[in-house]
């Protein structure tokens, strides 16, 4: 069974401070993918990391791509009210995605 | 383009009713799958269909749970007699393709199962 532990599953910051956020398993993936889920509604894909050590720039967000495939980092800069959600990373292994636990992150203003 | 569509978006069910959601993919999507979040939780794969057809089943309980999705109209997924550990949010999503690789899947608002 294929797990994927994301930490920490909580976080509380003010605006303008600076998260990091991580997702590891000891399976290797083709694929990773980071989702952010607002409550009510359905995870929407933020982007997919493919190579071992990748790195994805989306504005104040960071995505990284442990060398192993194994692993991944999400950095936040300078966090605002918009970006509080619950943040999940998915393994992708044939047709499925294995999710991680989340991280609800939430930015006070 | 129409999104992925669930519902209901709320289902209520007493023990030992059965559930039906309905899962309409985004136009051109032939492939359909489903997954379950408990609160405060990820997501966790349940089933993968094509038209017609069921690719993988393995995360469906064996037993109460099935799915299908027809030649024509919106993918279903049953639950027979429901129990309070079925209560959770059931989550469709679509892709254009399936296979192998980092194919991308869209995924719906979901359909939150309340069993009293």
């Known amino acids: 069974t294929q797990l994927l532990e994301q930490s920490p599953q909580f976080l509380s910051i003010q605006e303008g401070e600076n998260l990091t956020v991580y997702c590891n398993s000891s399976s290797v993936f083709s694929s990773l993918q980071w989702y952010r889920q607002e409550p009510g509604e359905g995870p929407v894909l933020l982007v997919t990391?493919?190579?071992?050590?990748e790195v994805k720039k989306l504005k104040r967000l960071t995505f990284q791509f442990g060398d192993a495939r194994k692993d991944s980092s999400l950095h936040i800069t300078a966090a605002q009210p918009g970006d509080t959600g619950l943040y999940l990373c998915a393994g992708v292994a044939g047709n499925m995605l294995t999710f991680g636990g989340g991280t609800r992150l939430m930015v006070k203003p | 383009n129409a999104g992925v569509m669930q519902n209901p978006r709320h289902l209520v069910r007493r023990r030992g009713q059965e559930a039906r959601l309905r899962c309409s993919p985004m136009?051109?999507?032939?492939?359909v799958y489903w997954y379950r979040q408990l609160p405060e939780e990820g997501l966790k794969f349940m089933v993968y269909l094509q038209k017609e057809n069921i690719i993988d089943e393995s995360g469906m309980p064996k037993e109460r749970f099935s799915a299908e999705f027809p030649k024509e109209g919106p993918s279903i997924l049953r639950i027979q007699q429901v129990v309070r550990g079925d209560s959770a949010a059931y989550f469709c999503a679509s892709s254009v393709r399936g296979g192998r690789g980092a194919v991308e899947q869209f995924f719906g608002p979901g359909t939150r199962l309340t069993v009293l």
């Open positions: 990391v493919v190579t071992g050590g």
């Open positions: 136009k051109g999507h032939s492939h």
